[in-house]
T-cell receptor
Framework: AQSVTQLGSHVSVSEGALVLLRCNYSSSVPPYLFWYVQYPNQGLQLLLKYTSAATLVKGINGFEAEFKKSETSFHLTKPSAHMSDAAEYFCAVSASGGYQKVTFGTGTKLQVIP | NAGVTQTPKFRVLKTGQSMTLLCAQDMNHEYMYWYRQDPGMGLRLIHYSVGEGTTAKGEVPDGYNVSRLKKQNFLLGLESAAPSQTSVYFC??????????????FGSGTQLSVL
């Protein structure tokens, strides 16, 4: 079975500061890893996806994540936070190979302080 | 470009009442999913469908039923609502590769309160 753990249910950063949202995964087989974002009163949208092609994955809106097998981590970063980045971010994992369900983490709410 | 549309957006039920949530997608997607979102628990999969006429149980299927009579629609039913089913419900869909190989497209959610 696959699972993800998101460290910190709430993260606050100043506008222009580095954003770092942490995600650790557990998987018995090579995983597919995802970051989704949820803006207030909306459904989730895919930010980026890791599927073993490259360990550093670039997503939309300037976000990127690095897959580190030795640390079983897939942390999400952005060099400079914008006010529009305030949202809830979900890490998710799925087993590679064939159709597999996606399991979501508990989410991290990002607050950006002006 | 509608994408995934959920109706209704809000609903209040009394314990024991029944209701159906409707999800419609216009992207010709094979896979459709129902999730519930609860504070501190992320999204949990209730039921999913890999094609018209098929359904399968997810992580938390008890108390819910689903049907996929038409490819574009996925219905979630609560036969006898309980307060524990108070939640925000999201429908999602994805293409032929499923949730792993294709991104999930989500609706905007249904806020359900069971009193």
């Amino acid at each position: 079975a696959q699972s993800v753990t998101q460290l910190g249910s709430h993260v606050s950063v100043s506008e222009g500061a580095l954003v770092l949202l942490r995600c650790n995964y557990s998987s018995s087989v090579p995983p597919y890893l995802f970051w989704y974002v949820q803006y207030p009163n909306q459904g989730l949208q895919l930010l980026l996806k890791y599927t073993s092609a490259a360990t550093l994955v670039k997503g939309i809106n300037g976000f990127e994540a690095e897959f580190k097998k030795s640390e079983t981590s897939f942390h999400l970063t952005k060099p400079s936070a914008h006010m529009s980045d305030a949202a809830e971010y979900f890490c998710a994992v799925s087993a590679s190979g064939g159709y597999q369900k996606v399991t979501f983490g508990t989410g991290t709410k990002l607050q950006v302080i002006p | 470009n509608a994408g995934v549309t959920q109706t209704p957006k809000f609903r209040v039920l009394k314990t024991g009442q029944s209701m159906t949530l409707l999800c419609a997608q216009d992207m010709n997607h094979e896979y459709m999913y129902w999730y519930r979102q609860d504070p501190g628990m992320g999204l949990r999969l209730i039921h999913y469908s890999v094609g018209e006429g098929t359904t399968a149980k997810g992580e938390v299927p008890d108390g819910y039923n689903v049907s996929r009579l038409k490819k574009q629609n996925f219905l979630l039913g609560l036969e006898s609502a309980a307060p524990s089913q108070t939640s925000v419900y999201f429908c999602a869909s994805s293409g032929l590769g499923g949730a792993t190989n294709e991104k999930l497209f989500f609706g905007s959610g249904t806020q359900l309160s069971v009193l």
